[in-house]
């Protein structure tokens, strides 16, 4: 059976994987096609309010790769939901003490969905905008509509919303690992991924994941860190008031759940990829952040300096560098506690490009063999996808995640 796996995120790709065989038999990125850098299907929105209702993006990958129509189709992507808080009143825009009154409630605990139905009702000065529609359908269903229309006879496609899963599925099977029949600890950082426990937090994305992954079995999801900065970073950076000093930053415990023995974490810290994002804009490297690997090279040429004699971007990069180090090893060391008999370890998502950091692990934790997933970016996430069916439908369960392509 050939299944084609398509990311409809940044880093949009395609591939094609034969179950019978096992063998991923190509993978192509939209960018290499279109000749430009960064390429990501955007939903067009026209003058008037609404959206197009027709797609305006095919994928060029498909007709110029010579892509034939497949047996299933699953779609991958990084979650396009969201949950956001408008300011609705030009009231809190003028009064100093009610913009300090809505932050200090703001951080004083997570912004789970009640409390911010809570917050709504409390200050009314909010509305709460749940995910982007269009005539009815949500942009991930249209953009993926839109795919799946480029082949002839596809009736259905599949879709789940999962992000770090996917990950962790490219990187092992494409890992010696797999072919060793040796179990792995799948070790997933990125910038942000999966909104998974949307009905109570929708405003956590995913940020860092730990899975025990064993030959011939589904992944075991077994700590996630999810964080809501993005969500923090929207209201303040576009809807709140500028002179409001500080963070809006829950900066208390991480709330901890444990929901059938899989450890979920909630933070409003930004993840050790984001920062990286961040940085590059800070620094002008890029207009939208997207410039995390200058970052990491700059690093390599900066000395990290406590008096700030050598107060520059080379040397801001580095001690951003040392800093992610120490953030990421412990991440690592939790993946090793939990998983005590395994000593190989799988590092994957787009922080895995951090090929500084990837080798300095080895010293770290020499008692470990590391492999670093050859695909870490969200392009990888499309033969992850295939992976995930697959192995769903070893037990019946794809069925719960089709999408009619009407």
Avoid at 21 to 37: I, S
Avoid at 125 to 136: A, Q, Y
Avoid at 246 to 271: C, F, H, K, P, Q
Avoid at 322 to 340: R, S, V, W
Wanted: glycine content about 10%; overall charge negative; proline content about 3%.
């Amino acid at each position: 059976m050939k299944i084609i796996g398509i990311n409809s995120s940044h880093d949009t790709s395609l591939c094609q994987y034969d179950t019978e065989t096992g063998v991923l038999d190509f993978m192509h990125e939209e960018e290499r096609f279109r000749r430009e850098k960064y390429w990501t299907p955007l939903a067009m929105q026209p003058e008037d309010e609404g959206y197009e209702t027709t797609f305006p993006d095919q994928l060029q990958c498909i007709h110029k790769g010579g892509v034939k129509t497949p047996d299933k189709l699953v779609m991958a992507s990084f979650d396009r939901r969201n949950i956001q808080l408008h300011i609705n009143n030009q009231n809190l825009m003028e009064n100093r003490m009610l913009s300090i009154e809505v932050a200090d409630y703001i951080r004083s605990e997570p912004m789970t969905n009640q409390r911010c139905e809570d917050f709504c009702e409390k200050f009314g000065e909010f509305g709460i905008v749940d995910g982007i529609g269009f005539g009815g359908e949500h942009v991930e269903e249209y953009i993926h509509d839109g795919f799946a229309g480029q082949f002839e006879g596809i009736d259905d496609y599949y879709f789940w919303f999962e992000h770090h899963l996917y990950h962790a599925y490219c990187g092992y099977h494409l890992s010696p690992y797999i072919e060793q029949q040796e179990d792995a600890i799948a070790i997933v950082m990125d910038g942000g991924g999966a909104r998974l426990n949307y009905d109570t937090m929708a405003g956590y994305q995913e940020i860092e994941s730990i899975y025990r992954m064993t030959p011939n079995q589904p992944a075991k999801r077994q700590w996630v860190l999810s964080s809501n900065h993005r969500f923090l970073g929207d209201l303040k950076g576009s809807n709140f008031p500028n002179q409001q000093e500080g963070t809006l930053d829950y900066m208390g415990e991480n709330l901890v759940e444990d929901v059938d023995g899989v450890i979920y974490e909630y933070t409003s810290r930004a993840s050790n990829g984001m920062d990286f994002s961040n940085m590059s804009h800070a620094l002008g490297c890029d207009d939208q952040g997207r410039a995390a690997g200058k970052v990491m090279g700059m690093a390599s040429y900066g000395i990290v300096d406590k008096d700030y004699k050598r107060f520059n971007k080379f040397s801001i990069s580095q001690e951003l560098e040392l800093n992610a180090f120490e953030e990421t090893c412990k991440t690592i060391q939790k993946g090793i506690d939990m998983n005590p008999d395994c000593k190989n370890i799988l590092l994957s998502g787009g922080y895995a490009l951090n090929c500084t950091n990837n080798y300095k692990y080895l010293s770290r934790f020499p008692e470990h063999q590391f492999y670093v997933d050859p695909i870490p970016h969200d392009g990888g996430t499309s033969f992850g996808a295939c992976i995930h069916l697959e192995y769903l439908m070893k037990t019946g369960e794809e069925t719960d995640a089709t999408n009619e392509n009407t």
